[in-house]
C-alpha cells in the first residue's frame, strides 16, 4: 500500500529513483492505505483500505465518491449511501427493499426467483411477461429481418429484411380466442374456416343453420356484398352458385373449351358458344330428363334403346328400333320410321309413238312421305310443242320414290288438264311413271297428244323404301 504527491523533486540520481519507485507502487495501489491521500487529484482513486472500500475523487477536487464495489475477499458489494429504486441505503443499518440480484445463473427481481435466465449459449429465458411500450418493436435478424410491435392502435409481425415469412408448427389457429378460431391449418395440409377438424383441403363450416358462401370479385364487379359471385350451401341446405352481376355467365371449362354455359337470361347451352363446338348431354338410362316442376311431363329410356315421352302422367310417344309408337301402343306394324318431305321435276314422256318435244314455263312437283305412304303433286305449263308425240302412250315421270304393289290400285286425281288433245280421265302408277288414262280409252289402246296447257295432279301410293 502507498501513496503519492505524484511530484518528482529535483535530487540525485538514487533519490529520484527511489521516487519515481514509490509513486509507481502509488498508482500500482491505487493511493491504497487508511486514510485518503495528503495531495488529492480530480478524479483520482484511493483504496480505503480501513473500510475496504474503492472511493473516486470528484471533479472538483473537494470530495470523495464511494464506489459500489467491495476488495474483501467475498467479492461482495456494499453500498453505503443513497438509495436504489427509493430504498434508502444506510452505511451500517440493514435495508429491506426489493432489489434486482445478479446471480451466476441470471437475473433475480426479488419476487420470482431468476427472472431472466442467460445460459452460456446465450440463450435468454423469462419467467415472466416481457412488456414493450406502444412503437417499441421486438426486432430480430441482423438487418433486422422481423419486427413485431403494437403501434397503439394495430398490432403487426412485419418481415422487413430478406427471406420469406415462414409460419410453421404441427397446427396452426388462428382467432379472437383461444376456443374461437377462425382459421386452422392442420399438420396434413387441410385448411379449416370455422371448424377446428377441416376434413377436406378446404372445409368451411358456420355454428349455425344459416348460409355459408364463398364470395369472388374483382375491380370490375365491385366487392360489396352484393358485387361477384358466390359459392355455397343456403339457409335450406341447397348448394348454390350463385351469381349477382346482370350481364355474366355462368362457364364450365375443360379440356381447352368451355362445355357448359347458363347465361344471364336462363339459357343453358351444351358445347362452346365462343366456337361453336357442340357438346353432349347425356341421361343414364331410366333416368328422366323432366321438363316440368311438377314431375309429370319427362323423357326417359325406359330400357335399352326405347325412348318414352310421357305427359301427364302417361307415355304418348315411344321411339325404338321400329320407328315411332304412339300412345300405348307396341305393335311393330305401326310404328312410324319415316317422314320426308321433297320436291321432284314431272316431265312428259312417251312409251309409244314418238317421243315429245315441248318447252315449259313450269314444271315442278312435291311429295310428303310417311312410312311407306307417298303423296306426290305436280304441275306442268306446256308453253309450245315442237313435236306431241303422236299416238301412243303417254305417261310423267320424275316421282320420288317407285311404288309397289299392284299398279292398277293406286290411282291419282286429275287436278287440272287442257295439255292432252284428248280429255284425261285418270292416271295410274307403274314403277316411277305416272301412266296417264284418256277419256274412254282401255288398257290396250292408250292415245294421247299433247298441245300448250297446264296438266296438274295429285297420287298417294306405296312404297318399299
Known amino acids: 500500500?502507498?501513496?503519492?504527491?505524484?511530484?518528482?523533486?529535483?535530487?540525485?540520481?538514487?533519490?529520484?529513483?527511489?521516487d519515481i519507485n514509490s509513486m509507481a507502487l502509488a498508482i500500482s495501489s491505487n493511493n491504497s492505505g487508511s486514510s485518503e491521500p495528503a495531495?488529492?487529484?480530480?478524479?483520482?482513486?484511493?483504496?480505503?483500505?480501513?473500510?475496504?472500500?474503492?472511493?473516486?475523487?470528484?471533479?472538483?477536487?473537494?470530495?470523495?465518491?464511494?464506489?459500489?464495489?467491495s476488495t474483501t475477499a467475498s467479492n461482495t458489494v456494499d453500498i453505503n449511501g443513497g438509495a436504489i429504486d427509493g430504498?434508502?441505503?444506510?452505511?451500517?443499518?440493514?435495508?429491506?427493499?426489493?432489489?434486482?440480484?445478479?446471480?451466476?445463473?441470471?437475473?433475480?427481481?426479488?419476487?420470482?426467483?431468476?427472472a431472466i435466465t442467460i445460459d452460456s449459449s446465450e440463450k435468454v429465458t423469462l419467467t415472466g411477461d416481457l412488456a414493450l411500450a406502444d412503437s417499441k418493436k421486438a426486432?430480430?435478424?441482423?438487418?433486422?429481418?422481423?419486427?413485431?410491435?403494437?403501434?397503439?392502435?394495430?398490432?403487426?409481425?412485419?418481415?422487413?429484411?430478406?427471406?420469406?415469412?415462414?409460419?410453421?408448427?404441427?397446427?396452426?389457429?388462428?382467432?379472437?380466442?383461444?376456443?374461437?378460431?377462425?382459421?386452422?391449418?392442420?399438420?396434413?395440409?387441410?385448411?379449416?374456416?370455422?371448424?377446428?377438424?377441416?376434413?377436406?383441403?378446404?372445409?368451411?363450416?358456420?355454428?349455425?343453420?344459416?348460409?355459408?358462401?364463398?364470395?369472388?370479385?374483382?375491380?370490375?364487379t365491385g366487392?360489396?356484398?352484393s358485387d361477384g359471385w358466390l359459392a355455397g350451401i343456403n339457409a335450406n341446405e341447397d348448394f348454390e352458385i350463385y351469381g349477382q352481376e346482370s350481364s355474366e355467365n355462368f362457364r364450365i371449362y375443360n379440356n381447352?373449351?368451355?362445355?357448359?354455359?347458363?347465361?344471364?337470361?336462363?339459357?343453358?347451352q351444351i358445347g362452346n358458344p365462343d366456337t361453336g363446338a357442340g357438346g353432349s348431354l347425356i341421361v343414364m338410362p331410366t333416368a328422366k330428363l323432366y321438363l316440368d316442376a311438377g314431375g309429370d311431363t319427362y323423357i326417359q329410356e325406359s330400357s335399352g334403346n326405347v325412348i318414352d315421352v310421357v305427359t301427364g302422367g302417361g307415355r304418348r310417344l315411344r321411339v325404338n328400333s321400329n320407328g315411332l309408337i304412339f300412345g300405348t301402343d307396341t305393335a311393330a306394324a305401326n310404328a312410324l320410321d319415316d317422314y320426308e318431305e321433297g320436291n321432284w321435276t314431272p316431265t312428259i314422256i312417251s312409251t309409244g309413238g314418238s317421243t315429245?318435244?315441248?318447252?315449259?314455263?313450269?314444271a315442278s312437283g312435291t311429295y310428303t312421305k310417311i312410312?311407306?305412304?307417298?303423296?306426290?303433286?305436280?304441275?306442268?305449263?306446256?308453253?309450245?310443242?315442237?313435236?306431241?308425240?303422236?299416238?301412243?302412250?303417254?305417261a310423267v315421270t320424275g316421282l320420288p320414290f317407285s311404288q309397289t304393289g299392284s299398279t292398277y290400285a293406286q290411282n291419282g286425281v286429275i287436278g287440272y288438264n287442257d295439255v292432252w288433245a284428248d280429255a284425261v280421265q285418270a292416271f295410274y302408277i307403274t314403277g316411277a311413271n305416272l301412266q296417264i288414262i284418256p277419256t274412254g280409252v282401255t288398257q290396250s289402246n292408250y292415245t294421247g297428244v299433247i298441245t300448250t296447257g297446264y296438266f296438274s295432279g295429285t297420287i298417294t301410293y306405296k312404297t318399299a323404301a
Open 1 to 18: 500500500m502507498a501513496q503519492h504527491d505524484y511530484v518528482i523533486a529535483n535530487a540525485s540520481g538514487a533519490t529520484v529513483r527511489a
Open 39 to 69: 495531495t488529492k487529484y480530480a478524479y483520482e482513486f484511493w483504496v480505503d483500505s480501513g473500510n475496504n472500500l474503492i472511493k473516486l475523487r470528484n471533479g472538483a477536487n473537494n470530495a470523495w465518491i464511494t464506489l459500489p464495489l
Open 87 to 114: 430504498t434508502p441505503i444506510g452505511a451500517s443499518s440493514a435495508s429491506t427493499g426489493a432489489f434486482t440480484t445478479f446471480t451466476s445463473n441470471g437475473i433475480d427481481d426479488n419476487a420470482d426467483a431468476i
Open 139 to 220: 426486432l430480430f435478424g441482423t438487418l433486422p429481418d422481423l419486427e413485431i410491435f403494437h403501434d397503439g392502435s394495430d398490432s403487426y409481425i412485419k418481415d422487413v429484411g430478406a427471406g420469406n415469412f415462414l409460419i410453421q408448427g404441427s397446427d396452426i389457429y388462428m382467432g379472437n380466442t383461444s376456443s374461437n378460431h377462425a382459421l386452422v391449418i392442420r399438420n396434413d395440409g387441410k385448411v379449416g374456416i370455422g371448424v377446428t377438424s377441416p376434413q377436406q383441403l378446404l372445409h368451411t363450416h358456420i355454428a349455425s343453420s344459416g348460409s355459408a358462401y364463398h364470395q369472388f370479385t374483382n375491380s370490375a
Open 223 to 225: 366487392a360489396t356484398s
Open 256 to 268: 381447352g373449351g368451355y362445355r357448359f354455359v347458363v347465361d344471364n337470361n336462363g339459357a343453358v
Open 356 to 362: 315429245p318435244n315441248y318447252a315449259t314455263s313450269l
Open 371 to 394: 312410312g311407306n305412304t307417298v303423296c306426290a303433286s305436280f304441275i306442268i305449263v306446256v308453253s309450245g310443242v315442237t313435236d306431241n308425240g303422236g299416238a301412243g302412250n303417254k
